[in-house]
């Protein structure tokens, strides 16, 4: 068995980053043999203003990945039982794997893990192209094309079925390898803990950070506002400084608190990074939020709905921010509690390598069936 890895593109201030080397070593880690397929280098460097991506770069990098793997299907590399992983399911190369699977008898097992689409009203293909036919049976096509499809949290799972049609047939089905269409699992950042220990050793400051995109779905005026409310303490929003990678997380390990009105979020990378560096997350009871976090961590959903909603709750939140700022000390063994949660629950892959491993245990067994008779 060979798993053939579509992965995302590297933005050095992102996860990717990360990702790059880490879910290869992952997957290798379980004895599996792996082939990365990268895509083309001499794609635009910059993103697309309030994304993480070019939206052309990004469509020059997935197709030289899908040209890589069709040559290794007409080569013959490509064989019956292999696994091909897309670390992004929105990938129109998953339709071209799927016609020369079928076409070419070659059975393939195909994984995708689901970040966004159009199905979320708050992303960018939800806001700007919205449930136009086009890219609603796309991703309708993608989810039927990948054997199992990946996400983070259960959040994501009912905004996804809301929308897709035919995807709320696959919920609640048994776990068994060849049934489980819809796969509840953490994402691969198992190196997190570590790579981040050393900034939880700095020295605390009335730090407040907005780790967000300045995006319409991020609400970050909520935050510019509450900045000019409670000068005492320090406010910064991260892309506003323009960071490295290294500078952020010295933020993160001075800060004693991330905080979030996001209108949009199916997991929450970065309040989960503050965690792990000792600063308090302050979000709000709604997203993916409400299933990860105890009450004590969160705020009404109503008062961060939108700029006016916040408007006639501020002194709420402004009371809630400076309670729990001022009772820091008092908070961190909770703190420590939440981190080991989250990390057996949201950002451990789990349930992904096991699907895998399934395969090997139906594999062997089958093996040894054909050996019996």
Same mark, same amino acid.
């Given at each position: ?183 509840? !699992?953490?994402?691969?950042? /198992?190196?997190? +803990?570590? @790579? =981040?220990?050393?900034?939880? %050793?700095?020295?605390?400051? *009335? ?98 709905? !939108?700029?006016?909603?916040? /408007?006639?709750? +501020?002194? @709420? =939140?402004?009371?809630?921010? %400076?309670?729990?700022?001022? *009772? ?46």
């Amino acid at each position: 068995m060979k798993i053939w890895l579509i992965d995302l593109e590297s933005v050095e201030t992102r996860y990717t980053c990360e990702w790059k080397t880490h879910v290869p070593k992952l997957l290798e880690s379980r004895g599996w043999d792996v082939e990365v397929l990268e895509g083309a280098e001499d794609i635009p460097p910059a993103t697309t203003p309030g994304a993480f991506l070019n939206f052309g770069g990004t469509n020059i990098y997935k197709s030289t990945q899908i040209e890589k793997l069709s040559r290794a299907f007409t080569e013959g590399k490509v064989k019956n039982g292999d696994h091909v992983i897309f670390t992004d399911a929105w990938h129109p190369g998953i339709i071209n794997v799927k016609y020369m699977s079928e076409l070419l008898g070659i059975k393939v097992i195909t994984h995708g893990l689901w970040h966004a689409g159009s199905y979320d009203p708050a992303d960018f293909l939800g806001r700007l192209i919205g449930d136009t036919p086009w890219v609603r049976y796309a991703e309708r096509s993608f989810f039927e094309c990948f054997d199992h499809n990946y996400f983070a949290s259960n959040f994501h799972i009912d905004l996804f079925v809301r929308s897709i049609d035919n995807a709320g047939a696959y919920v609640g089905l048994t776990p068994q390898a060849k049934t489980n269409k819809i796969v509840r !699992s953490g994402w691969p950042m /198992e190196y997190m +803990k570590n @790579k =981040l220990s050393k900034y939880s %050793k700095l020295k605390k400051k *009335n730090l407040i950070l907005f780790p967000h995109r300045i995006a319409p779905e991020k609400q970050p005026e909520i935050f510019r506002d509450l900045a000019k409310h409670i000068p005492e303490y320090e406010f910064v929003i991260c892309q506003d400084k323009q960071l490295t990678k290294e500078q952020y997380h010295t933020l993160l390990g001075e800060a004693k608190m991330v905080f979030s009105a996001n209108t949009q979020e199916t997991l929450g990378i970065s309040p989960y990074e503050g965690i792990l560096v000792g600063a308090m997350p302050m979000v709000p009871d709604r997203l993916s939020y409400k299933e990860m976090y105890d009450i004590q961590w969160k705020y009404d959903s109503s008062w961060t709905e !939108s700029y006016e909603s916040y /408007e006639k709750n +501020k002194q @709420k =939140l402004i009371q809630m921010i %400076k309670h729990d700022i001022e *009772n820091y000390e008092s908070k961190l063994p909770k703190l420590e509690k939440l981190a080991q949660n989250l990390t057996e629950k949201y950002f451990s892959a789990h349930n992904l390598l096991n699907t895998i491993k399934n395969y090997e245990v139906t594999h062997g067994e089958e093996k040894k069936e054909k050996v019996r008779n």
